[in-house]
């Protein structure tokens, strides 16, 4: 395992930040937010990394992939 740069660094403190007010709901620009974060995760490669890790468990099955995607997505959701 690699060591952290300084802006994956500032990056992941910047998404535990925006989690944490998204999910206490003191944030309330939520589609800012989310444009954001997905920006950051799309340039650092997590998506790439977390996208690649559902397809391998998903396989090629409709009804697996469903399995694995649905609470998947549930997961990374904010609460309501």
């Known amino acids: 395992m690699t060591d952290l740069t300084r802006p994956e660094i500032t990056f992941f403190v910047i998404v535990v930040v925006a989690f944490a007010l ?17 920006a950051g995760m799309h340039r650092t490669g997590l998506s790439d ?4 890790l559902i397809g391998r468990w998903a396989g090629r099955g409709l009804t697996r992939a469903l399995a694995v995607i649905m609470p998947s997505v549930a997961w990374c959701s904010p609460a309501a």
Do not use: C, K, P, Q
Not at 22 to 38: G, H, N, P, Q
Not at 49 to 52: A, E, F, R
């Open 49 to 52: 990394l977390i996208g690649g």
């Open 22 to 38: 998204l999910i206490t709901e003191r944030l309330r620009i939520v589609v800012a937010a989310i444009f954001v974060l997905s």
